[in-house]
């Protein structure tokens, strides 16, 4: 196969010769551009002006705007996409709404990596009308190889605005000279540039199988966007063909025009102003301007990319700028920690708003290392941020532009704490392992650099602190990040279904009666070919495995249906008895209808707990993956932390009340584009869906995806649902096992009624008296206990019976103390009865046995200090040592006993004899083995524990005196 680099250096060659057959000449000159050659790069490009130049800031060496009013217009982030969309309104585009940043109507990437995104692959390859043709879109982009270069060159981000110019016609049709010389309109008139400014660039561009020559713009050494002329598809055999449809693919970033024109520093500076400002304040850092001004026009060269030593680059610009390359670096790179702060932020808030979670899955690993990034940022330089304004700063200012995203600002707080505390809870953990390795002071290699942080956690800058503390150099990647991202791909590679050696090619694609009629359990069909074991007919009431839900099981002319599946649109019938059909047969088709409905009611389900779960989690909730079985269903559902029992039934109350709703279930084939126009891109709960038509399951008022799933006609045909299970099964993925139908709900445990009554029983049991309770009421009180809904009972029932242990416990004490207690049972159980309310009494029942734990060790304390008082009385001393022998009833008053006993005289030796068991203690300045003793005193009783303390399990049967004299011979 040719590489995409040799069809660009051959479509090259031809360029160089010809430019007039591939880029907008025409209208070039007739702007007074004409044609030069870089003297540095060596590419052809386009000038008003007599230069040698590009313009490419490696080849110019730099900006030349900064600190400049170069253009007429000044525009903010903002005003740029309102400036452009009005621009190119009257030019005769239509500008529409943004895609997700999350590419869910596509089955090979996660990210939306560019405008063009949004209309592959359907639209570009002739599949699916555009929105509107021509157009121009606002589309926000996430990428993740930049990242280590995000703060440092002034213009890198992971996240940014690809305004996007359209437009995708036959090729008679396609306007290359007018979309070119929109571009120019904008360039002039709508930044305000002047002509001798701009710089066209001529160059190739490939990707997704097609390719297509392209110009790119700059102007003062800033490269403004390009615009790709896709015209060719490239053939398996490495050639370049026509395509039937051209495609004009313009991408701008709106954070260019916004810096260009008011010349700021940084590109952060010009595009989120409000938090740059913000960050400045927040961490009192106040910019060198001059430094950092004489800096960027050559921050460029710093692109880790392009760049093969970047240390080597960093002296060579201290020495242009006559500085110190350690106190350049140090500014540069604290500044660089709030710019990537202000970029990072950005991408989360985003990436979270449209459903995406930081784990340690796929393409959303990024997320994590982007927040941990900004932790870390934020613990090298001590700076106390506030983290939840600078997301709510963004979406404040960008609010004119994407509304949406202070839609969902509380749910993305609560994400990013639950990250916050998975980031604390390896911390210390992290802290050991690199301490280790540092001591070792073996060096650790980029490879195990990377290796620590995917798989530990453990970040750059960590290892970088710990290394200080010793003097050990550890070098940090420059391009830490960016490799650690190509650690994990978007997305896996999908298995086929149906093995490759099933050939059903000339076959035209099966008719499938199922969506006709779901309740259709029987038909007559021709047999139009049998392979093997399998039988295909030209319709089939059979639903394939498919969607996540299993085939349909029966009998054809009475002969068992085992399995049945699909591939290239044609349904495979596995029989029994292949051998006694024949082409052009008719045949007599039942399935098993009791499993067809309990799957019918099962994928209702699933499409009604998956609308539900956005309503009570939040939208950041997405299906993960499905399993649709007779018997139950199985939801994946993308979510940062465990459902806690009162979300589990809150989720399911809401599910059943759409049951009850008698809510309408429609099912129809519907253009993508009106479906996608319709319902958005929650659709595409189920992941990507092929095709021109998608099927839309449209539960009325309430929920709306693209399934081919069976579905009944009405909500209240599911009869009921409940969750039996919810358990994480991967990071930011909790599963949901659920069943519906009479049938099924009747074999299962524990109704919503149940766990009330059996609350209010366990209650009664012990004097409290309830009359009402809800399921709330039960969620909120099991929480005061840390505990499931469905545990309540028993830890109601369990703490009662810890109380009256307790009190039983506080009078034992109390009468060895020689004190006078009053049992409070009776008054505590009234002190309950005098409130109705289950939350309440929980906490106070709570607060009654901490308050009793905290008597019963006040008390224990207390006669641990006259243990011990009355066994100092019996120390006898031997040799070096105090040894105290005694005897403590209570085994746990004797393991008190003898720790005080060893801190209060370092030397002692301490032995005490309970009822069933013997312990010995030895203060730290004793140089006996407390396991050596014992071992002595009571030969043949099993020892546990260590030289400090020791427990065997018999009791002292010798004297005091018998004691004494065997420890005097092991002194000895």
């Known amino acids: 196969m040719v590489s995409l680099n040799s069809l660009k250096a051959e479509l090259k060659k031809q360029t160089d010769k010809s430019p007039e057959k591939f880029y907008p000449v025409k209208t070039l000159k007739e702007n007074g551009f004409h044609r030069a050659h870089c003297a540095s790069c060596g590419k052809y490009f386009w000038t008003t002006i007599e230069s040698k130049l590009c313009g490419d800031p490696n080849c110019s060496g730099g900006y030349t705007f900064i600190g400049q009013e170069v253009a007429k217009k000044k525009m903010d982030f903002i005003q740029v996409w ?335 704490r639950v990250e916050r505390e998975k980031y604390d809870n390896t911390a210390n953990k992290s802290r050991k392992i690199v301490q280790q390795l540092i001591e070792r002071k073996e060096k650790i290699s980029d490879d195990k650099l990377i290796e620590l942080y995917d798989s530990q956690g453990i970040t750059p800058e960590l290892i970088e602190e710990e ?80 969607g996540g839900q299993s085939n349909d099981i029966g009998t054809l002319n009475g002969i068992k249906v085992l399995n049945v599946e699909k591939i290239k649109g044609v349904i495979l019938h596995e029989i029994e008895n292949p051998r006694v059909f024949k082409v052009g047969q008719t045949v007599h088709g039942v399935i098993d209808s009791e499993r067809r409905m309990h799957l019918a009611q099962n994928h209702d389900a699933a499409h009604i707990l998956g609308g539900a779960t956005r309503k009570i989690l939040g939208e950041h909730i997405w299906q993960s993956g499905s399993q649709i079985d007779p018997d139950k269903g199985r939801l994946d559902i993308t979510h940062y932390t465990n459902l806690t029992d009162i979300e589990k039934y809150e989720i399911e109350k809401l599910a059943n009340k759409i049951v009850n709703g008698k809510h309408k279930i429609l099912k129809k084939f519907t253009p993508r584009n009106e479906a996608e126009e319709k319902f958005g891109f929650t659709l595409y709960q189920g992941g990507a869906v092929p095709g021109k038509l998608i099927r839309v399951v449209n539960i009325q008022d309430f929920d ?18 409940r969750i039996i299970k919810t358990e994480k099964i991967q990071d930011g993925v909790i599963r949901l096992v659920f069943v519906a139908g009479k049938v099924l709900l009747e074999e299962k445990e524990f109704s919503e009624k149940e766990l009330i009554k059996s609350t209010v029983i366990g209650l009664e049991k012990y004097g409290v008296k309830l009359e009402k309770v809800s399921l709330e009421d039960l969620g909120q009180t099991a929480k005061v206990f840390s505990v499931k809904a469905v545990d309540l009972s028993k830890t109601l029932e369990r703490f009662f019976s810890e109380i009256r242990e307790n009190s039983g416990r506080t009078e034992d004490l109390e009468k060895l103390l020689g004190l006078k207690g009053e049992k409070d049972d009776k008054q505590f159980i009234q002190s309950l009865n005098k409130t109705k309310d289950l939350g309440v009494i929980a906490k106070l029942i709570f607060e009654h046995w901490k308050a009793q734990r905290k008597q019963i060790n006040e008390l224990e304390n207390r006669y641990t200090s006259k243990i011990v008082e009355d066994l100092f009385v019996k120390a006898r001393p031997l040799g070096d040592y105090n040894i105290i022998i005694g005897h403590v009833g209570d085994f746990g008053l004797a393991i008190r006993a003898a720790a005080v006993a060893t801190q209060k005289e370092t030397s002692a030796i301490v032995i ?34 260590d030289s400090g303390r020791a427990v065997a399990d018999q009791k002292l049967s010798i004297s005091e005196e018998e004691a004494l004299t065997k420890l005097e011979k092991v002194l000895e």
């Not at 808030?349 to 932790?375: C, E, T």
């Not at 004793?926 to 099993?942: C, F, G």
């Open 82 to 416: 309102e400036e452009f969309s009005k621009t190119f309104k009257k030019l005769g585009y239509a500008p529409i709404k943004r895609y997700p940043v999350v590419a869910r109507w596509r089955d090979d990437v996660y990210w939306n990596n560019a405008s063009i995104y949004d209309f592959q692959p359907y639209v570009v390859n002739g599949e699916v009308e555009p929105p509107a043709n021509p157009l121009v879109v606002p589309q926000p982009c996430v990428r993740f190889n930049d990242i280590d270069n995000v703060g440092i060159t002034g213009r890198h981000y992971t996240s940014f605005i690809m305004i996007g110019q359209h437009a995708f016609y036959e090729k008679k049709k396609f306007n290359q000279e007018k979309y070119f010389e929109d571009i120019l309109v904008w360039l002039e008139k709508g930044m305000g540039l002047k002509k001798e400014a701009i710089k066209f660039h001529e160059d190739q561009w490939g990707g997704g199988g097609n390719m297509g020559v392209c110009m790119e713009f700059f102007a003062h050494g800033l490269e403004i966007g390009n615009q790709v002329y896709m015209t060719y598809e490239v053939t398996e055999s490495g050639k370049l063909r026509d395509l039937k449809l051209n495609v004009l693919d313009m991408g701008m970033g709106q954070e260019r025009p916004a810096w260009l024109t008011h010349g700021t520093n940084t590109s952060y500076e010009a595009n989120f102003p409000t938090v740059v400002k913000e960050l400045y304040g927040q961490t009192g850092i106040r910019p060198d301007n001059d430094l950092v001004r004489r800096f960027l026009p050559y921050s460029g060269l710093l692109n880790f990319e392009e760049v093969g030593n970047l240390d080597k680059t960093w002296k060579e610009i201290a020495d242009k700028l006559k500085v110190d390359v350690k106190k350049l670096r140090d500014e540069i790179l604290k500044l660089s920690a709030i710019y990537s702060i202000g970029d990072h932020t950005r991408t989360l808030l985003f990436a979270i708003s449209d459903g995406a979670l930081p784990s340690n899955v796929g393409g959303q690993y990024n997320l994590r290392v982007l927040y941990r990034r900004i932790i870390d940022f934020i613990k090298k330089y001590g700076w106390a941020l506030d983290l939840e304004g600078i997301i709510e700063m963004h979406a404040k200012y960008l609010k004119p532009q994407y509304p949406e995203l202070r839609k969902n600002l509380e749910d993305i707080y609560k994400i990013l």
């Open 704 to 721: 709306a995806q693209a399934c081919g799933g069976t579905h009944l006609d009405n909500t209240s045909e599911t009869e009921g649902i």
């Open 467 to 546: 290394a200080k503390k010793i003097n050990f150099q550890v070098k940090i990647p420059e391009n830490f990040y960016a490799r650690v991202a190509e650690r994990h791909p978007e997305v896996q590679t999908k298995k086929e279904i149906v093995s490759k050696e099933i050939n059903v090619s000339g076959l035209r694609e099966s008719y499938p009666l199922y969506y006709e009629n779901t309740k259709l359990f029987e038909c007559k069909s021709k047999v139009l070919k049998v392979i093997g074991k399998y039988i295909i007919l030209d319709k089939t009431i059979f639903y394939p495995t498919g």
């Open 912 to 945: 005490i004899s309970s009822e069933t068991k013997a312990i010995c203690a030895v203060g730290k300045d004793a140089k006996l083995s407390a396991r050596e003793v014992l071992n002595t005193l009571i030969p043949n009783a099993k020892i546990s524990g």
